[in-house]
Nanobody
Framework: QVQLVESGGGLVQPGGSLTLSCAAS????????MGWYRQAPGTERELVAT???????NYNDSVKGRFTISRDNAENTVYLQMNSLKPEDTAVYYC????????WGNGTLVTVSS
């Protein structure tokens, strides 16, 4: 059974930082491309960042220079370091694992507000 469990969300002030984690089980983690997506109320889910099995990264233009995605294949975990957070970063953040099909976590809420 595949499980992706996100953690690390919460309330942070503008300009602050958070690190999200996604622990994967039930898959051969090192073979999967991993990603973070987000969905704000009333909007569609959008890509935030991805990291391939070969550790090539890709970012949404809106987070370039502020967010960093990384993975630890020994711990079956993917991370999203988020700095200089803005109110428009407020969303539910979802972890994604992709090889042939897609697996999704249940999401973790990030709220950026003063």
């Amino acid at each position: 059974q595949v499980q992706l469990v996100e953690s690390g969300g919460g309330l942070v002030q503008p300009g602050g930082s958070l690190t999200l984690s996604c622990a994967a089980s039930g898959i051969r983690f090192r073979l999967y491309d991993m990603g973070w997506y987000r969905q704000a109320p009333g909007t569609e889910r959008e890509l935030v960042a991805t990291i391939t099995s070969g550790e090539t990264t890709n970012y949404n233009d809106s987070v370039k220079g502020r967010f960093t995605i990384s993975r630890d294949n020994a711990e079956n975990t993917v991370y999203l370091q988020m700095n200089s957070l803005k109110p428009e970063d407020t969303a539910v953040y979802y972890c994604n694992a992709r090889k042939i099909g897609d697996y999704w976590g249940n999401g973790t809420l990030v709220t950026v507000s003063s």
